[in-house]
């Protein structure tokens, strides 16, 4: 890993040699009382007062909805036809525990049966997190094996010393790519230890304690002590930067139609329909243990991870108040 530092003056000016470059960069912009990753005209309109947006910039590599193909009949003859790749992007100001998710999202699409879609679009991404300064109530990314600067799926980590300056921890090759283009711009420097800079999130939960003792805890009353708030929207899911659930769809008619595959969430009764008319986990409680036992139990069997990031979007966005905080301790203490 190489370390740079760049003057916070400059910042505006990196922007804007990365646009002429051809390249879409996306950066959080307010919205009301949120904060969204969004194209922006000015240097002005980048809100760097958040302590983490909306939504994650999960939508970047996996679409909420998008184009497998389209298909045309000309009269018996098919026709098939794949999306073209847009042009390159840049994500910058995600948090730390976002970058995580990304690297989860990639090792799961991209490990066993590689999904060439998601493959192209994170080749053609460059991903730069910024080290996170405050945090709130939700916040429990220490909780999960993470940080507040956390540099796993970044490409560039930028960290504010605070002195007008960022401190720079070049990730990848493709983070590197983006600093040699601009040598002007960024200035050489040693590793750094910047703890005192960022935010102090505590530890809510002993994690090494959580993850042997859910599966133990399968068959007790605890989920459905747990989910009698819950109401099935899939808010949580729809978030959440590393639920990977999808569903795809078929709009057509005789002559054309286009294949899409578009987000879903394993909190919808219809998700695990059959079509017998079987449902394995027709109640709430059931679909709520399942949500849990994924990012903390199946994933770690399948991928020796938690698909768990601390981000605590799940909890901000849940309209009956859950706190998946809250349940997990009560998971530990069980």
């Not at 109401?231 to 999808?246: E, R």
Request: aromatic share 10%; with cysteine.
């Amino acid at each position: 890993m190489n370390y740079k530092t760049l003057n916070t003056n400059k910042l505006p000016e990196f922007f804007e040699k990365i646009k002429k470059t051809g390249k879409t960069v996306l950066a959080p912009r307010k919205k009301g009382n949120k904060t969204f990753f969004a194209t922006f005209d000015s240097f002005d309109q980048i809100n760097f007062d958040y302590v983490q947006t909306a939504l994650s910039p999960k939508s970047v590599l996996f679409p909420r909805v998008e184009e497998l193909f389209t298909y045309k009949n000309d009269d018996g003859t098919y026709s098939v036809k794949e999306p073209e790749l847009k042009n390159e992007v840049v994500v910058f100001g995600m948090r730390p525990c976002d970058g995580v998710a990304l690297d989860y999202l990639c090792d799961f699409f991209l490990n066993e049966n590689p999904d060439k879609l998601l493959q192209d679009r994170k080749n053609n991404t460059t991903f730069i997190s910024l080290a996170c300064k405050s945090f709130d109530n939700d916040c429990f990314c220490t909780s999960v094996g993470s940080s507040p600067a956390e540099t796993l799926g970044s490409d560039l980590c930028f960290t504010d010393m605070g002195n007008g300056s960022y401190y720079v921890e070049v990730v990848t090759d493709k983070g590197q790519k983006l600093v040699d283009a601009f040598p002007d711009l960024f200035a050489d420097t040693k590793e750094i230890n910047k703890v005192e800079q960022l935010a102090q999130v505590p530890v809510r939960f002993e994690l090494k304690n959580l993850v042997p003792k859910i599966p133990t805890v399968f068959e007790t009353n605890i989920w459905l002590d747990q989910s009698l708030a819950c109401i099935g929207c899939g808010a949580c899911a729809y978030v959440c930067p590393t639920c990977s659930c999808f569903d795809v769809q078929d709009e057509c008619n005789p002559k054309a139609g286009t294949r899409l595959r578009c987000w879903d969430s394993c909190a919808f009764g219809q998700f695990t329909l059959h079509a017998s008319g079987h449902n394995p986990r027709e109640v709430q409680s059931n679909r709520w243990r399942n949500r849990v036992m994924h990012k903390f139990n199946y994933s770690v069997q399948n991928m020796n991870t938690i698909s768990c990031v601390g981000c605590g979007r799940c909890i901000r966005v849940c309209p009956a108040g859950m706190s998946i905080i809250e349940h997990l301790i009560s998971v530990e203490e069980a």
